[in-house]
């Protein structure tokens, strides 16, 4: 599974956009890219997922560029409930299924 | 259940001595997962089932660690002899197929303690 690089730490003003990225640029044709998040003394939390296509759902947005070798989560109107650790993931669709994290950026939403 | 529920939620026991965590995953979901997050940590795999196929163990950090899920729903984390290293948060979850096509859904953890 190709390896990814998060920056540590972010800060982001309530209200306005969290743009968290990731690079990924050794990864092949066959492997997605995964976000969870985990809030301070819970599980962690799927957020959205994508191969080639930009996606959306209720929680965030995930744009991949073009070459696939970086990708940016993007949180519209960040909360204070927002405040965690964000993990991008790259694997394939393999049987084993298993998601190997790294240590994520840890995003400290600011009132 | 509505969620992945794990249990005890806090667990302290004497250096030693055997534990059992538990994990009761989503009904219907066929993989299942066990991670362990150790303070300050990322997550680290430690093993994966997935309906009748043989387990992959690859990430079990020692024999004194093994798993097993009983009719493809309970599973059990059982840690023999443990020691002060073993403490750490165990994480399980579980996802609908085997493939990371779906998200997986974390339970809330067991906290071990080894003393």
């Known amino acids: 599974d190709a390896k990814t690089t998060q920056p540590t730490s972010m800060d982001c003003a309530e209200g306005r956009a969290a743009n968290l990225p990731c690079n990924h640029s050794t990864i092949s044709g066959n492997e997605y890219v995964y976000w969870y998040r985990q809030i301070h003394s819970q599980g962690p939390q799927y957020i959205i997922h994508g191969l080639k296509n930009n996606e959306t759902n209720e929680m965030a947005s995930l744009i991949i560029t073009e070459d696939r070798k970086s990708s940016t989560l993007i949180l519209p109107h960040a909360t204070l409930r927002d405040t965690a650790v964000y993990y991008c993931i790259v694997t394939g669709s393999s049987n084993t299924g298993k998601l190997i994290f790294g240590q994520g950026t840890t995003l400290q939403v600011k009132p | 259940g509505a969620g992945v529920s794990q249990s005890p939620s806090n667990k302290v026991t004497e250096k030693g ?99």
């Not at chain 2, 009761?24 to 066990?34: F, N, R, V």
């Not at chain 2, 997050?37 to 093994?66: M, T």
Request: glycine share 12%.
């Open chain 2, 17 to 115: 001595k055997d534990v059992e965590l538990r994990c009761d995953p989503i009904s219907g979901h066929t993989a299942l997962y066990w991670y362990r997050q150790s303070l300050g940590q990322g997550l680290e795999f430690l093993i994966y089932f997935q309906g009748n196929s043989a387990p992959d163990k690859s990430g079990l950090p020692s024999d004194r660690f093994s798993a097993e899920r009983t009719g493809g729903s309970v599973s059990t984390l059982t840690i023999q002899r443990t020691q002060q290293e073993d403490s750490a948060v165990y994480l399980c979850a579980s996802s609908l197929q085997g493939t990371t096509n779906y998200g997986y859904t974390f339970g809330s953890g067991t906290r071990l303690t080894v003393v």
